[in-house]
Protein backbone atom coordinates (compact mmCIF):
# COMPACT_ATOMS: atom_id res chain seq x y z
CA UNK A 1 0.00 0.00 0.00
CA UNK A 2 1.21 3.56 -1.05
CA UNK A 3 1.89 6.30 1.62
CA UNK A 4 -0.95 8.38 0.08
CA UNK A 5 -3.70 5.29 0.58
CA UNK A 6 -1.56 4.68 4.34
CA UNK A 7 -2.03 8.52 4.83
CA UNK A 8 -5.90 8.44 3.66
CA UNK A 9 -6.82 4.90 5.79
CA UNK A 10 -5.41 6.66 8.96
CA UNK A 11 -7.16 9.69 8.36
CA UNK A 12 -10.64 7.36 7.75
CA UNK A 13 -10.20 5.46 10.60
CA UNK A 14 -9.56 8.49 12.64
CA UNK A 15 -12.51 9.98 11.70
CA UNK A 16 -14.54 7.43 12.13
CA UNK A 17 -13.11 6.71 15.63
CA UNK A 18 -14.14 10.48 16.32
CA UNK A 19 -18.15 9.25 14.67
CA UNK A 20 -18.04 6.70 17.18
CA UNK A 21 -16.81 8.67 20.64
CA UNK A 22 -19.23 11.07 19.22
CA UNK A 23 -22.22 8.83 19.49
CA UNK A 24 -20.53 7.07 22.97
CA UNK A 25 -21.21 10.00 24.67
CA UNK A 26 -24.46 11.00 23.23
CA UNK A 27 -26.17 7.56 24.72
CA UNK A 28 -23.25 6.13 27.53
CA UNK A 29 -22.44 8.20 30.46
CA UNK A 30 -19.36 5.99 31.13
CA UNK A 31 -17.85 7.21 27.49
CA UNK A 32 -18.13 11.15 28.58
CA UNK A 33 -15.28 11.65 30.08
CA UNK A 34 -13.49 15.17 30.30
CA UNK A 35 -11.09 15.59 27.17
CA UNK A 36 -7.55 16.51 28.03
CA UNK A 37 -4.88 17.05 25.62
CA UNK A 38 -1.45 18.60 25.32
CA UNK A 39 0.35 18.91 28.87
CA UNK A 40 -2.88 18.70 30.76
CA UNK A 41 -3.34 15.12 29.86
CA UNK A 42 0.22 14.41 30.10
CA UNK A 43 -0.07 15.71 34.42
CA UNK A 44 -2.99 14.05 34.27
CA UNK A 45 -2.06 10.70 32.87
CA UNK A 46 1.45 10.84 35.29
CA UNK A 47 -0.91 11.48 38.50
CA UNK A 48 -3.62 8.34 37.36
CA UNK A 49 -0.67 6.13 36.93
CA UNK A 50 0.77 7.55 40.82
CA UNK A 51 -2.68 6.35 41.94
CA UNK A 52 -2.54 3.26 40.59
CA UNK A 53 0.95 2.54 42.29
CA UNK A 54 -0.50 3.76 45.60
CA UNK A 55 -3.36 0.98 45.46
CA UNK A 56 -0.74 -1.51 44.83
CA UNK A 57 1.61 -0.44 47.88
CA UNK A 58 -1.24 -0.06 50.04
CA UNK A 59 -2.90 -3.34 49.93
CA UNK A 60 0.63 -5.21 49.47
CA UNK A 61 2.67 -3.06 51.68
CA UNK A 62 1.13 -0.71 53.85
CA UNK A 63 0.89 -1.50 57.83
CA UNK A 64 -1.91 1.47 58.58
CA UNK A 65 -4.97 0.61 59.97
CA UNK A 66 -7.70 -0.24 57.34
CA UNK A 67 -9.71 2.27 58.47
CA UNK A 68 -6.90 4.81 57.50
CA UNK A 69 -5.97 3.39 54.30
CA UNK A 70 -9.99 3.02 53.58
CA UNK A 71 -10.69 6.76 53.64
CA UNK A 72 -7.47 7.85 51.96
CA UNK A 73 -8.24 5.78 49.47
CA UNK A 74 -11.71 7.72 48.91
CA UNK A 75 -10.42 10.79 49.14
CA UNK A 76 -7.60 10.03 46.06
CA UNK A 77 -10.83 7.98 44.04
CA UNK A 78 -12.96 11.67 44.89
CA UNK A 79 -9.96 13.51 42.73
CA UNK A 80 -9.31 10.95 40.17
CA UNK A 81 -13.15 10.68 39.53
CA UNK A 82 -14.12 14.60 39.44
CA UNK A 83 -10.60 14.93 36.75
CA UNK A 84 -12.44 12.12 34.76
CA UNK A 85 -15.86 12.74 34.78
CA UNK A 86 -17.94 16.09 33.82
CA UNK A 87 -21.64 16.51 35.38
CA UNK A 88 -23.23 15.98 31.85
CA UNK A 89 -22.74 15.09 28.75
CA UNK A 90 -23.26 18.72 27.72
CA UNK A 91 -19.76 20.25 29.86
CA UNK A 92 -17.55 18.13 28.30
CA UNK A 93 -14.82 20.58 26.94
CA UNK A 94 -11.05 20.00 25.98
CA UNK A 95 -9.04 21.46 29.11
CA UNK A 96 -11.86 22.43 30.79
CA UNK A 97 -12.23 21.96 34.60
CA UNK A 98 -15.60 24.28 36.13
CA UNK A 99 -14.87 26.26 39.23
CA UNK A 100 -17.70 24.05 40.55
CA UNK A 101 -16.27 20.83 40.20
CA UNK A 102 -13.25 21.79 41.78
CA UNK A 103 -15.33 23.18 45.16
CA UNK A 104 -17.05 19.77 44.90
CA UNK A 105 -13.95 18.00 44.37
CA UNK A 106 -12.03 19.59 47.40
CA UNK A 107 -14.76 19.25 49.89
CA UNK A 108 -15.06 15.50 48.88
CA UNK A 109 -11.34 14.59 49.31
CA UNK A 110 -11.06 17.32 52.48
CA UNK A 111 -13.78 15.23 54.12
CA UNK A 112 -12.14 11.94 53.30
CA UNK A 113 -8.58 13.28 54.31
CA UNK A 114 -9.52 14.66 57.27
CA UNK A 115 -10.81 11.19 58.67
CA UNK A 116 -7.45 9.93 57.64
CA UNK A 117 -5.32 12.37 59.13
CA UNK A 118 -7.21 12.56 62.62
CA UNK A 119 -8.06 8.60 62.75
CA UNK A 120 -5.79 8.30 65.98
CA UNK A 121 -7.65 10.66 67.78
CA UNK A 122 -10.83 10.17 66.65
CA UNK A 123 -11.03 6.35 67.72
CA UNK A 124 -10.05 7.79 70.75
CA UNK A 125 -12.67 10.01 71.57
CA UNK A 126 -15.74 9.17 69.89
CA UNK A 127 -16.46 5.59 72.00
CA UNK A 128 -20.50 6.20 71.03
CA UNK A 129 -22.28 7.45 68.19
CA UNK A 130 -23.88 9.57 70.77
CA UNK A 131 -20.40 11.83 70.90
CA UNK A 132 -20.22 12.60 67.36
CA UNK A 133 -20.17 16.15 66.99
CA UNK A 134 -22.15 18.41 64.43
CA UNK A 135 -19.16 19.34 62.53
CA UNK A 136 -17.99 15.43 62.44
CA UNK A 137 -21.09 14.55 60.96
CA UNK A 138 -21.37 17.09 58.86
CA UNK A 139 -17.98 16.35 57.25
CA UNK A 140 -19.09 12.59 57.10
CA UNK A 141 -22.30 13.97 54.89
CA UNK A 142 -20.66 15.93 52.92
CA UNK A 143 -17.96 13.04 51.85
CA UNK A 144 -20.72 10.94 51.05
CA UNK A 145 -22.48 13.19 49.03
CA UNK A 146 -19.51 14.05 47.13
CA UNK A 147 -18.93 10.35 46.59
CA UNK A 148 -22.23 9.51 45.27
CA UNK A 149 -22.54 12.14 42.96
CA UNK A 150 -19.38 10.80 41.38
CA UNK A 151 -21.19 7.24 41.36
CA UNK A 152 -23.94 9.11 39.57
CA UNK A 153 -21.55 10.40 37.16
CA UNK A 154 -19.72 7.00 36.10
CA UNK A 155 -21.28 3.39 35.41
CA UNK A 156 -20.95 0.97 33.10
CA UNK A 157 -19.51 -2.30 32.71
CA UNK A 158 -17.04 -2.61 35.29
CA UNK A 159 -20.75 -1.58 37.88
CA UNK A 160 -21.90 -4.65 35.85
CA UNK A 161 -19.37 -7.01 37.14
CA UNK A 162 -19.10 -5.62 40.47
CA UNK A 163 -23.09 -5.84 41.23
CA UNK A 164 -23.38 -9.03 39.98
CA UNK A 165 -20.29 -10.12 42.77
CA UNK A 166 -21.47 -8.69 45.67
CA UNK A 167 -25.20 -9.74 44.76
CA UNK A 168 -23.88 -12.88 44.54
CA UNK A 169 -21.60 -12.74 47.43
CA UNK A 170 -24.65 -11.69 50.11
CA UNK A 171 -26.61 -14.48 49.12
CA UNK A 172 -24.46 -17.00 49.72
CA UNK A 173 -23.26 -15.15 53.10
CA UNK A 174 -27.18 -15.26 54.34
CA UNK A 175 -27.66 -18.78 53.96
CA UNK A 176 -24.30 -19.73 55.43
CA UNK A 177 -24.99 -17.37 58.44
CA UNK A 178 -28.63 -18.84 58.42
CA UNK A 179 -29.54 -15.36 58.10
CA UNK A 180 -33.58 -14.78 58.13
CA UNK A 181 -35.46 -11.25 57.51
CA UNK A 182 -37.54 -9.29 59.25
CA UNK A 183 -41.24 -9.30 57.44
CA UNK A 184 -41.46 -5.94 56.21
CA UNK A 185 -44.45 -4.00 54.93
CA UNK A 186 -46.51 -3.92 51.09
CA UNK A 187 -44.76 -0.57 50.66
CA UNK A 188 -41.37 -2.71 50.38
CA UNK A 189 -43.23 -5.07 47.78
CA UNK A 190 -44.56 -1.74 46.13
CA UNK A 191 -41.11 0.05 45.87
CA UNK A 192 -39.32 -2.97 44.14
CA UNK A 193 -42.38 -3.50 41.25
CA UNK A 194 -42.06 -0.09 40.96
CA UNK A 195 -38.00 -0.19 40.56
CA UNK A 196 -38.27 -3.49 38.11
CA UNK A 197 -40.77 -1.66 36.07
CA UNK A 198 -38.65 1.54 35.83
CA UNK A 199 -35.38 -0.52 35.07
CA UNK A 200 -36.50 -2.36 33.15
CA UNK A 201 -38.20 0.39 30.42
CA UNK A 202 -34.61 1.89 30.66
CA UNK A 203 -33.22 -1.23 29.51
CA UNK A 204 -35.24 -1.85 26.51
CA UNK A 205 -35.13 2.12 25.53
CA UNK A 206 -31.01 1.84 25.78
CA UNK A 207 -30.56 -1.54 23.83
CA UNK A 208 -32.70 -0.49 21.04
CA UNK A 209 -30.20 2.84 20.68
CA UNK A 210 -27.21 -0.15 20.97
CA UNK A 211 -28.38 -2.38 18.55
CA UNK A 212 -29.32 0.95 16.20
CA UNK A 213 -25.32 1.84 16.34
CA UNK A 214 -24.48 -1.22 17.12
CA UNK A 215 -22.67 -0.67 20.18
CA UNK A 216 -21.20 -2.97 22.48
CA UNK A 217 -20.29 -0.20 25.20
CA UNK A 218 -24.20 1.21 24.96
CA UNK A 219 -24.90 -2.42 25.10
CA UNK A 220 -23.46 -2.71 28.82
CA UNK A 221 -24.72 0.30 29.67
CA UNK A 222 -28.30 -1.37 29.21
CA UNK A 223 -27.59 -4.50 31.14
CA UNK A 224 -26.56 -2.31 33.98
CA UNK A 225 -30.43 -0.96 33.57
CA UNK A 226 -31.24 -4.58 33.63
CA UNK A 227 -28.94 -5.98 36.81
CA UNK A 228 -30.97 -3.05 38.22
CA UNK A 229 -33.79 -4.71 37.32
CA UNK A 230 -33.05 -8.20 38.26
CA UNK A 231 -31.76 -6.82 41.74
CA UNK A 232 -34.85 -5.46 42.44
CA UNK A 233 -36.20 -9.41 41.53
CA UNK A 234 -34.42 -10.32 44.07
CA UNK A 235 -35.30 -7.82 46.45
CA UNK A 236 -38.90 -8.77 46.02
CA UNK A 237 -38.38 -11.51 45.74
CA UNK A 238 -36.89 -11.61 49.32
CA UNK A 239 -39.51 -9.03 50.95
CA UNK A 240 -42.19 -11.87 49.61
CA UNK A 241 -40.43 -15.01 51.17
CA UNK A 242 -39.94 -13.09 54.26
CA UNK A 243 -44.15 -12.17 54.61
CA UNK A 244 -45.33 -15.43 53.70
CA UNK A 245 -42.53 -17.26 56.20
CA UNK A 246 -39.68 -18.70 53.20
CA UNK A 247 -37.28 -15.62 53.82
CA UNK A 248 -34.46 -17.93 51.61
CA UNK A 249 -35.86 -17.06 48.53
CA UNK A 250 -34.11 -13.75 49.41
CA UNK A 251 -30.32 -15.26 48.65
CA UNK A 252 -31.33 -18.21 46.26
CA UNK A 253 -32.76 -15.29 44.31
CA UNK A 254 -30.02 -13.26 44.94
CA UNK A 255 -27.03 -16.80 43.81
CA UNK A 256 -29.48 -16.88 40.50
CA UNK A 257 -29.39 -13.15 39.58
CA UNK A 258 -25.62 -13.27 40.19
CA UNK A 259 -25.05 -16.40 37.90
CA UNK A 260 -27.27 -14.58 34.85
CA UNK A 261 -25.35 -10.84 35.61
CA UNK A 262 -22.30 -12.95 35.40
CA UNK A 263 -22.97 -14.45 31.91
CA UNK A 264 -24.31 -11.54 30.35
CA UNK A 265 -20.94 -9.61 31.93
CA UNK A 266 -18.57 -12.57 29.80
CA UNK A 267 -20.64 -11.95 26.25
CA UNK A 268 -20.49 -8.42 26.24
CA UNK A 269 -16.44 -8.91 27.25
CA UNK A 270 -16.11 -11.40 24.43
CA UNK A 271 -17.48 -9.35 22.10
CA UNK A 272 -15.91 -5.96 23.58
CA UNK A 273 -12.20 -8.39 22.63
CA UNK A 274 -13.45 -9.43 19.53
CA UNK A 275 -14.16 -5.91 18.02
CA UNK A 276 -10.83 -4.73 19.45
CA UNK A 277 -8.82 -7.83 17.62
CA UNK A 278 -10.55 -6.63 14.43
CA UNK A 279 -12.00 -9.98 14.08
CA UNK A 280 -13.74 -10.87 10.98
CA UNK A 281 -17.15 -10.97 10.31
CA UNK A 282 -19.55 -14.60 10.55
CA UNK A 283 -19.12 -16.78 8.26
CA UNK A 284 -22.79 -16.72 7.19
CA UNK A 285 -21.97 -13.26 6.22
CA UNK A 286 -18.96 -13.79 4.37
CA UNK A 287 -20.82 -16.12 2.42
CA UNK A 288 -23.59 -13.69 1.68
CA UNK A 289 -21.14 -11.09 0.44
CA UNK A 290 -19.55 -13.98 -1.98
CA UNK A 291 -23.21 -14.34 -3.55
CA UNK A 292 -23.36 -10.42 -3.83
CA UNK A 293 -19.84 -10.25 -5.91
CA UNK A 294 -20.75 -13.10 -7.72
CA UNK A 295 -24.03 -12.37 -9.18
CA UNK A 296 -22.94 -8.59 -10.04
CA UNK A 297 -22.11 -9.18 -14.03
CA UNK A 298 -18.40 -9.43 -15.02
CA UNK A 299 -17.58 -11.65 -12.26
CA UNK A 300 -16.02 -14.69 -13.31
CA UNK A 301 -15.41 -15.91 -9.45
CA UNK A 302 -13.48 -14.16 -6.30
CA UNK A 303 -10.59 -15.00 -5.62
CA UNK A 304 -10.55 -13.95 -1.94
CA UNK A 305 -12.90 -11.84 0.34
CA UNK A 306 -11.26 -10.54 3.58
CA UNK A 307 -13.25 -8.54 6.13
CA UNK A 308 -12.76 -7.00 9.70
CA UNK A 309 -14.67 -5.62 12.28
CA UNK A 310 -13.89 -1.98 13.53
CA UNK A 311 -15.95 -0.98 16.40
CA UNK A 312 -19.43 -0.92 15.10
CA UNK A 313 -18.11 -0.98 10.74
CA UNK A 314 -16.89 -3.52 8.63
CA UNK A 315 -13.75 -2.97 6.09
CA UNK A 316 -13.86 -5.33 3.09
CA UNK A 317 -10.84 -6.45 0.98
CA UNK A 318 -11.67 -8.49 -1.87
CA UNK A 319 -9.73 -9.58 -5.22
CA UNK A 320 -12.27 -11.04 -7.93
CA UNK A 321 -11.46 -12.56 -11.51
CA UNK A 322 -12.74 -11.44 -15.06
CA UNK A 323 -11.98 -11.77 -18.61
CA UNK A 324 -8.48 -11.13 -18.99
CA UNK A 325 -9.49 -9.56 -22.49
CA UNK A 326 -11.10 -6.99 -21.29
CA UNK A 327 -10.13 -3.74 -21.42
CA UNK A 328 -9.13 -2.17 -18.33
CA UNK A 329 -11.75 0.65 -18.33
CA UNK A 330 -14.12 -2.23 -18.53
CA UNK A 331 -12.56 -4.26 -16.25
CA UNK A 332 -12.61 -1.03 -13.47
CA UNK A 333 -16.35 -0.92 -13.95
CA UNK A 334 -17.14 -4.64 -12.64
CA UNK A 335 -15.14 -3.30 -9.75
CA UNK A 336 -16.91 -0.02 -9.19
CA UNK A 337 -20.01 -2.62 -9.30
CA UNK A 338 -19.10 -4.81 -7.21
CA UNK A 339 -17.88 -2.23 -4.30
CA UNK A 340 -21.47 -0.45 -5.04
CA UNK A 341 -23.19 -3.61 -4.64
CA UNK A 342 -21.02 -4.65 -1.43
CA UNK A 343 -21.74 -1.16 -0.08
CA UNK A 344 -25.33 -0.89 -0.78
CA UNK A 345 -26.10 -4.59 0.28
CA UNK A 346 -24.50 -4.15 4.17
CA UNK A 347 -24.91 -0.40 5.27
CA UNK A 348 -22.12 -1.72 7.52
CA UNK A 349 -18.77 -1.57 5.55
CA UNK A 350 -17.57 1.29 5.77
CA UNK A 351 -14.98 1.30 3.09
CA UNK A 352 -14.78 -1.71 0.41
CA UNK A 353 -11.36 -2.30 -1.80
CA UNK A 354 -11.85 -4.29 -4.73
CA UNK A 355 -8.46 -5.80 -6.53
CA UNK A 356 -9.21 -7.20 -10.60
CA UNK A 357 -7.33 -10.02 -11.42
CA UNK A 358 -7.63 -11.81 -15.12
CA UNK A 359 -9.72 -14.97 -15.22
Same mark, same amino acid.
Given at each position: ??????????? !??????????????????????? &?????????????????????????? #??????? &????? =?????? &? *?????????????????? @?????????????? =??????????????????????????? +?????????????? /????????? +????? &?????? *?????? !????? @??????????? $?????????????????????? $?????????????????????????????? @??????????????? #??????? #?????? %???? /??????????? /??????????? %?????????????????? !?????????????? +????? +????????? @?????????????
Amino acid at each position: MSDTKKTAAAA !EAASLQEDMDAVMRKYDRESATR &IWAGKPKIVISVVMALFSVYCIWSTL #FSTAALE &IRLTA =FLGLIV &I *MGYLTYPASKKHVHPNRL @PWYDIVIMVIGAAA =FFYYCFNYSVLIKTLTSAAKMTPFLIA +VGVAGILVLAELCR /RCVGLPILV +VVGAA &IGYAGV *MKIVRG !ETLAA @PGVLALIAAVV $SIVVKEGLYWYTIAAAKRIRSV $SLKAEAWHHRSDALSSIGSFAGVLGARLGV @PILDPIASIVICLFI #FKVAYGI #FHESID %RLVD /RACDVDTVAAM /RKTMLRTPGVV %RVDDLKTRLFGSRTYVDA !EIAVDGALPLRDAH +VIAEA +VHHELERDY @PDVKHCTVHVNPA
